[in-house]
């Protein structure tokens, strides 16, 4: 019979979040292992997310010198070009991506600790490390699709040489984000800093792992709104503009709903987490 204790850490892990250092595999030591211990379970992850956050700077940089002096720099909502920029000015996004890179890997240890010190499994904090390491690629491949067409804009001097503009494309990738998001989610153990963190899923394990489930599901459901929203290139782009905002705002509403109703039914259920 299974210790009810352990009722919500038996989720199932994906070969995506097996450990980056095989001397961490199976050891009994994982779970008191140090911060650097830690974040090398996530390495191969932690290494395509950098190539990844510093591809924006790398090819714009590479871009730069064949592009015209002005570039385009905004539209408005009725996709009319209202300002023009200089072309030094699109390296904010790599240089953005570069601190936000940084910023993601710092982040890991603090996670890693959190994770370790709610978790009762083996395996639990480089789990939830190689999850946010993998949120952090996907956001930084949603950087990299701003900036490519941003890039693509430029050399065009303007939408009108282009017909598929920037919002149905941003749709169709973000939700493809999500999508892979929401399948990764429910790999989350308790921890302060990542997954569905509403109140509720801190009441017990077994709450924690029903909110982590239901948040992948909520985050798989709002990609493919997203995705046939973008598909649909004849939707008004205030259509597209809007769409991620209110996908997101409806995501963040049931979620904390359900972790208010998963607190009460599985509360008493695999075992409380420690969070003092």
């Known amino acids: 019979m299974n210790d009810p204790r352990n009722i919500g850490d038996e989720v199932g892990e994906s070969p995506l979040l097996k450990s980056d250092n095989p001397a961490m595999v199976n050891s009994p030591m994982s779970n008191s292992a140090g911060w650097k211990e830690v974040l090398l379970g996530a390495k191969n992850w932690n290494l395509a997310m950098v190539l990844i956050g510093l591809l924006p700077l790398i090819i714009y940089l590479l ?6 002096d002005q570039i385009p720099a905004h539209y408005n909502i009725h996709g009319q070009l209202d300002r023009w920029s200089n072309k030094y000015e699109g390296l904010f996004l790599g240089v953005m991506s570069l601190l936000m890179c940084a910023v993601w890997l710092v982040c890991e240890i603090p996670v890693g600790r959190s994770a370790r010190k709610l978790s009762n499994s083996d395996m639990n904090p480089q789990t939830t490390v190689r999850v946010w390491a993998m949120g952090g690629c996907c956001m930084f491949v949603v950087f990299n699709v701003i900036n490519l ?5 430029a050399f065009g001097k303007g939408r009108a040489g282009y017909v598929v503009p920037l919002e149905p494309i941003l749709n169709v990738v973000t939700g493809l984000v999500f999508i ?3 399948n990764i989610m429910p790999n989350a153990k308790p921890n302060g800093w990542s997954g569905i963190r509403v109140p509720g899923a801190y009441k017990s394990r077994e709450s924690w792992r029903r909110c982590q489930r239901f948040g992948g599901f909520a985050f798989i459901v709002g990609g493919v709104v ?7 290139v004849r939707s008004p782009r205030f259509v597209n503009l809007y769409a991620i905002l209110v996908v997101c705002l409806a995501m963040v509403v049931t979620c904390c709903i359900y972790g208010i109703y998963a607190g009460k039914k599985y509360g008493e259920i695999g075992g409380s987490i420690n969070r003092e």
């Open 63 to 68: 871009a730069l010198p064949y592009m015209p």
């Open 226 to 232: 997203l995705v046939i929203g973008g598909l649909a």
């Open 149 to 153: 067409w941003m890039i693509s804009d």
């Open 180 to 182: 892979v998001l929401g």
